[in-house]
């Protein structure tokens, strides 16, 4: 036979063959382990296997062996191959990192902070230094003092001890008008330029001319109820009765009452029968006193003030309303009290003053059920005065320096952390700062984040405040510096007891420390808290009015203060515009904050295998403290339930922003995974719109049964079948179901 020339080569090495075995039959978890068991026999050479780790099994997150919850034993700060198979530190050079030399031999690592991240769409530009310029709510320095609007020279003195001298633009115009007039009233003015005063003032002067002695011989608390002031929430109606309190202190033959939710109803029926002048309640109790409380005499009430009109509407609380004026109406005036004392000074019909800050809508509304012939009065100028202005745009006081920071989802909790630390790092700069949130759940994870479990003395408080403050008041970890060693923590929503709401406004207001108070809307509204000089806005407020006066607890009565708003970048850059219309907003990088306040030492409070070293960047630092986050969440059942109840409730209440504005806080555009980190959580827990989903099925009824196989089993499943429909469609399904049902839910905080 002819050689063809093909020559075969076969070398086979020194070690023995090995066949190749198919194991066939059995469950499959069975045929794994056999074969794993013989290639732990048969092991492969060293370089085919490096190969064949690093090409495959390079993208995943291993597990430590034995740790069923998947905690890392050490941190390597690790790269990550993009969709494109590019490594992502390669193609970032600000997320480059060395690796960790106690992580040798581990394989441990996390989803970067720096990678991955959307970019932001607005342009920063340079930003001046600011400058704060001629308050707008500060009292007017042309005016000699309060005697010069002929009031009451008790009532002015009873001012000066209280350290108020000159009135304000708004006082100025409604004192004189309430004075000498006997017409409706409608009040417009910026947060914190005085309109509790500037009603109170000319209601007590005229109150007090009926006593020609002033010894109190002749009007006591059996005279009648001369005023009625309705507030929408109770901790703006307790305020406004403190300080009526203290206005009518060097009258005692005046009495002031308070009616709220919460508060005992037969105490409170008590003190009616006894006798009371001047009534401060929130519209619920209030109705609920007109029907059942037959002490309740409103024949010599004179005036109805009508305190924060836009959040009474808001608030849903137009019948209440209606019913108060409707009962007011149908009870004919009383010229003398029962003792014979004649009315003559105060007002022949009954006034209603309506005080709101805006001209939505609703206040229209309220306007048109409760007023006639109203003369409205604002502290600008306007060209047709006594006549409504709807142009008018209510904005933040001049003073109050608004900035905005633009920052990815997953390193919101770094950087509300870092930014809290470098504010109560300045000595004396800032003494109390509060920081809003949008529901109930967000303000009980962070509070728990951030407070020190190690520290169980509470500051100094009244004895009877101590057992209500126990779970509201902590000192804080993580924002402490050497010039603010103790930083007192404070939480406050509208899910707590009555008692320890008052109980933690008072020690957040007594407070002498540096401290901070996290809490929901229900703080927004008319709360004049002293030494409040920064105000953050980490979730955005559901309306730009609400925004307003979210602000309005700092830079009030002329004083200057700070406000920053948390933004995500995308569509919620727009919202800048409308910061715009209010006051032009600086800027603030994320950036800087993070190495601002991660120069100093990181001290954590809890021990985990997460660490931070003086030599390390501030990247480094910042990726630390997530992962001791997420490291405490999984040592702690109870953290880990309250950041998955903090993620659903923030995800719904996101849903709930205005129609005008939620072409800005768009749902479908968040990226759920990066909320979690957010939350100090691996992954995104299922369960958002499960109570939604049950509500409508429930409405639909059993003619809708063929899709009640959507509906969630448990609060850890998707109330939308996922396999079925993209994700997006179904968080855009659940946006729809809360903005038409639980909107209210979130707004009341």
Request: glycine residues 6%; positive net charge; charged residues 25%.
């Amino acid at each position: 036979m002819a050689d063809d020339g093909m020559l075969l080569n076969f070398e086979l090495g020194s070690e023995p063959l090995k066949t190749q075995v198919k194991y066939k039959g059995g469950r499959w978890r069975d045929r794994k382990r056999a074969e794993r068991s013989a290639n732990l026999r048969h092991p492969r050479p060293s370089s085919d296997r490096q190969q064949n780790d690093d090409g495959f099994r390079s993208t995943k997150r291993q597990r430590v062996h034995g740790d069923p919850s998947a905690s890392y034993s050490s941190y390597r700060p690790g790269s990550r191959p993009d969709r494109s198979g590019h490594d992502a530190a390669a193609n970032d050079g600000s997320t480059q990192h060395k690796s960790d030399p106690t992580a040798k031999g581990s394989r441990q690592v996390i989803s970067r902070l720096f990678s991955f991240n959307p970019a932001q769409t607005t342009e920063t530009a340079n930003q001046e230094e600011w400058k704060a310029p001629q308050p707008t709510n500060a009292p007017l320095s042309s005016v000699a003092n309060f005697g010069s609007l002929t009031l009451s020279t008790r009532l002015v003195d009873a001012l000066a001890k209280m350290n108020l001298e000159r009135p304000t633009a708004i006082q100025q115009k409604v004192i004189p008008h309430l004075l000498s007039s006997s017409g409706d009233a409608f009040v417009q003015a910026e947060t914190g330029s005085g309109k509790t005063f500037s009603y109170l003032l000319p209601m007590l002067h005229r109150v007090l001319m009926l006593s020609s002695q002033g010894d109190g011989k002749q009007i006591h608390r059996d005279s009648g109820i001369f005023a009625i002031i309705v507030s929408p929430t109770r901790e703006l109606a307790k305020q406004t009765h403190a300080v009526l309190e203290q206005l009518i202190k060097p009258f005692p033959w005046l009495v002031s009452s308070a009616l709220t939710g919460g508060e005992s109803k037969k105490a409170e029926k008590a003190r009616i029968r006894k006798g009371v002048n001047f009534l401060v309640a929130t519209p619920g109790r209030l109705a609920d006193h007109i029907d059942n409380t037959k002490a309740l005499d409103m024949g010599t009430v004179r005036w109805l003030i009508l305190d924060e009109g836009d959040r009474l509407m808001d608030l849903g609380f137009e019948k209440d309303l209606q019913k108060t004026i409707s009962a007011l109406n149908k009870v004919s005036i009383v010229k003398t009290t029962g003792a014979g004392t004649s009315l003559e000074s105060l007002p022949e019909r009954r006034v209603t003053v309506l005080c709101s800050a805006t001209m939505k809508m609703n206040v229209q509304k309220l306007g048109e059920m409760s007023l006639a012939d109203a003369t409205f009065l604002a502290a600008e100028n306007s060209d047709d005065d006594g006549k409504i202005n709807e142009d008018v745009v209510h904005k933040a006081p001049a003073q109050l320096h608004q900035t905005y920071i633009v920052v990815p989802s997953k390193l919101r909790l770094v950087t509300l952390t870092s930014y809290l630390k470098s504010v109560f790092s300045r000595r004396g700069r800032t003494m109390k700062a509060v920081v809003f949130m949008s529901c109930a759940d967000t303000v009980d994870f962070h509070y728990e984040m951030l407070r020190n479990p190690n520290e169980t003395d509470l500051p100094a408080s009244a004895p009877t405040d101590k057992e209500l403050i126990e779970k509201t008041v902590s000192k804080a970890a993580y924002i402490t510096s050497p010039a603010s060693p103790n930083v007192i923590l404070h939480r406050m929503h509208g899910s707590l007891s009555q008692p320890i709401r008052t109980a933690t406004l008072k020690s957040f207001s007594a407070c002498k420390s540096p401290s901070l108070l996290i809490t929901t809307d229900v703080s927004s509204r008319g709360l004049d808290i002293p030494s409040v000089e920064l105000v953050i806005e980490y979730d955005p407020a559901f309306s730009f009015a609400d925004h307003i006066h979210r602000v309005g607890r700092t830079a009030r009565a002329g004083r200057s203060g700070d406000a920053t708003l948390f933004l995500l970048p995308g569509s919620e850059e727009g919202y800048i515009e409308l910061l715009k219309s209010s006051s032009p907003p600086s800027s603030q990088s994320y950036d800087n904050i993070l190495r601002t306040g991660l120069m100093g030492k990181l001290e954590f409070p809890v021990e985990t295998s997460a660490t931070s070293a003086d030599g390390q960047s501030y990247h480094d630092k910042a990726e630390a403290l997530q992962l001791h986050f997420e490291q405490r969440l999984l040592q702690d059942t109870k953290r880990l339930e309250l950041a998955r109840n903090g993620f659903k409730s923030h995800i719904r209440a996101y849903a709930t922003h205005i129609r005008e504005e939620r072409v800005h806080f768009d749902i479908t555009q968040l990226h759920l995974g990066h909320v979690a980190k957010s939350f100090g959580l691996r992954d995104p827990p299922g369960g958002i719109g499960a109570g939604i989903d049950r509500k409508a099925n429930k409405k639909k009824g059993p003619a809708n049964s063929k899709d009640r196989h959507v509906s969630c089993k448990d609060d850890d499943t998707l109330s939308v079948a996922v396999d079925q429909k993209p994700a997006r469609d179904s968080i855009r399904q659940k946006s729809m179901l809360l903005m038409s049902n639980t909107a209210d839910e979130f707004n009341i905080g």
